[in-house]
């Protein structure tokens, strides 16, 4: 109760929090709030690029589809690229850092110099060329995103557990003979869940952002799936005229990264008490 009342109090976390709230309810309610919920993936060629009007609120795109009911569905999308492919990072490079951290030597050596092959090439291009690789697909490109955002968690958690090593409490479990997997799970694992909580909200925004970008290069979900970065793409050879076919998704995206990195904020200031003092001077 007290994490939230400290949430609560900043404005910011609290609306990235609101955006993230609403389009989970979104992505859930989607068949029974899109106002065309059976025209998402159908061609209406006689209702192509209509402006925005009260039938449809975003205007329809080159099939003749409401763009507005396509955002909605595109969320379900968003969602589970962003909650599986941060989930899997997480599970690969958390435990590669703890034991990476834990025992050093070759071991760490060799787990962090592998993650170091994998930081050595911006994330954009080794996500675009798995890919590209693999071929076009949701489940192409989650894949391809798990397998360069893991370092990012892998380097982290090791230098937390590098800290905690050393630190009197986990000498004392050690003393007092606990094994090694205890000593990890038990008193180094959970003090390194804030800052593993803290990157999780931040990455699952640039995962949305990444996974837009893979869309809009045509190695996302193929159509007519109602891909967010894929509608952007398809929507270039119709501008300035069709103006509406390329901000409502922008928006969409924009709007959602925007409420990860919000909230990714608001929880390092809850979960790290020396950052929020040093913003409360």
Not at 21 to 34: D, N, S, T
Not at 43 to 59: I, K, V
């Amino acid at each position: 109760m007290k994490a939230i009342r400290i949430l609560l109090t900043d404005r910011a976390a609290t609306f990235g929090s609101g955006i993230i709230l609403f389009l989970v309810a979104v992505a859930i309610l989607a068949p029974w709030i899109a106002p065309h919920p059976g025209d998402v993936n159908t061609f209406h060629l006689m209702n192509r690029l209509q402006p925005p009007s009260a039938e449809n609120l975003f205007g329809t795109d080159r099939m003749g589809s409401d763009i507005f009911s396509r955002i909605l569905f595109g969320a379900r999308i968003t969602i589970t690229i962003a909650v599986i492919a941060v989930g899997v990072a997480v599970i690969i490079g958390v435990p590669i850092g703890l034991l990476a951290g834990y025992y050093g030597g070759f071991l760490g050596g060799f787990l962090m110099r592998t993650s170091d092959v994998f930081l050595a090439v911006p994330q954009i291009v080794l996500a675009i060329a798995i890919a590209q690789t693999l071929g076009p697909s949701l489940e192409n490109v989650i894949l391809a995103l798990s397998l360069t955002y893991w370092p990012f968690w892998a380097r982290l958690v090791y230098a937390e557990t590098r800290a905690l090593k050393n630190q009197t409490f986990v000498e004392a479990a050690i003393a007092l003979g606990a094994s090694d997997f205890r000593v990890i799970v038990l008193h180094i694992l959970p003090n390194t869940a804030s800052a593993i909580i803290v990157r999780t909200s931040i990455g699952m925004g640039a995962t949305i952002l990444t996974a837009a970008a893979l869309g809009f290069l045509g190695l996302g979900a193929p159509p007519p799936t109602p891909e967010w970065g894929r509608m952007i793409s398809e929507s270039r050879e119709y501008l300035p005229e069709a103006w509406w076919y390329a901000t409502a998704p922008g928006i969409a995206i924009f709007l959602v990264v925007m409420g990860f990195n919000l909230l990714g904020d608001g929880l390092r200031d809850i979960l790290d008490p020396k950052t929020r003092r040093r913003g409360g001077k």
